[in-house]
């Protein structure tokens, strides 16, 4: 039976050849699955870890009154605040413009503050003089605890609220 004899492989012509090719499926499954399972690992890192937005205290305290004197304009752009000492007493004021939320400047030489974005002006009290500003800058809460100037950002008061200190 020639024929059946052409048909049938020899047993050791296709093994190494099998064995490779299995070899290397067997390497790229592993290679798949370790490469999924440290994608799955660092996932899963990342979700233990907290995802927490650290943002600056809105309360903190300045210093004692007496350090600030009238005239003096405390320009605190890491709170986004002013604060003004004046003869009748302390306010602050939010330095965010109310234009578009640009920070505004101190403008020390022309007694305002400046807002570089679109060109709005402020007076010291926070009043617009220039500008596209709609509304005057906020005043936010000032206070005397255990004789030390204490602001809050976080909360907004009436904009003629002063801090009277004797
Ligand atoms: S954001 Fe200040 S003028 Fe536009």
């Not at 064995?19 to 370790?34: E, M, P, V």
């Not at 004046?86 to 234009?99: N, P, R, W, Y």
């Not at 030390?148 to 009436?158: E, K, N, P, Q």
């Amino acid at each position: 039976m020639p024929l059946l004899d052409d048909l049938s492989m020899p047993a050791t012509e296709g093994a190494p050849d099998d064995l490779g090719r299995r070899r290397f499926l067997a390497l790229l499954g592993s290679g798949a699955l370790g490469v999924a399972a440290l994608g799955t690992g660092i996932t899963g890192l990342r979700f233990l870890e907290p995802q927490v937005l650290f943002e600056e205290e809105t309360r903190f305290g300045l210093g004692r009154p007496e350090e600030f004197p009238p005239g003096t304009v405390l320009t605190l752009p890491k709170h986004k605040v002013y604060v003004v000492s004046t003869k009748e007493g302390f306010f602050a004021l939010s330095s965010v413009c109310t234009h578009l939320g640009c920070m505004t400047r101190y403008d020390k030489e022309h007694a305002q503050i400046a807002c570089p974005c679109h060109g709005s002006r402020f007076n010291l009290e926070g009043k617009v003089t220039a500008g596209p500003a709609p509304h005057p800058l906020p005043r936010v809460e000032i206070v005397l605890d255990r004789g030390l100037l204490v602001v809050d950002t976080a909360h907004r008061v009436a904009p003629d609220a002063l801090l009277k200190v004797a």
